[in-house]
């Protein structure tokens, strides 16, 4: 399993911190890619849009000091019919509605990919995510 914190991310978040960027890449993707992500990554490898990007509950958790974890929770729920082999998620900074084409410009904090866990209609699937800065 791989788990990047992408350069798309390491910039969000210098913006952030400057105040020059006020979107919170808290929404949550999933698909179904194969491919192993590596930082310079801008997208997931072949996200799933029959299902609505959700916006997570974000938090500051600690893991090693306080307060030195960005977390997001949330769940998402496949909607069609069959099975699909779920294999990869990370946190994005734009929303995109159910059935939505993929929108341009979005600015990935981070992704990752795991073994698959094949769900159907109507199984769902939470997700934490973490950005621990160290």
Request: hydrophobic share 40%; net charge negative; no cysteine.
């Amino acid at each position: 399993m791989a788990t990047v914190f992408t350069h798309q991310g390491k910039a969000k978040t210098a913006g952030r911190v400057k105040g020059s960027d006020a979107n919170e890449p808290n929404k949550i993707a999933f698909g179904t890619g194969v491919t192993t992500h590596v930082v310079g990554d801008t997208a997931l490898t072949t996200e799933r849009t029959v299902e609505a990007r959700i916006a997570g509950t974000s938090s500051l958790v600690t893991t090693n000091q306080t307060n030195d974890t960005y977390q997001v929770v949330g769940t998402l729920t496949k909607s069609d019919a069959g099975t699909a082999a779920i294999s990869e998620s990370g946190l994005v900074d734009q929303a995109r509605g159910a059935g939505a084409a993929v929108p341009g410009g979005d600015v990935w904090l981070m992704m990752g990919d795991f073994a698959v866990i094949n769900i159907a209609q109507n199984d769902s699937i939470q997700f934490t995510h973490k950005v621990v800065y160290s």
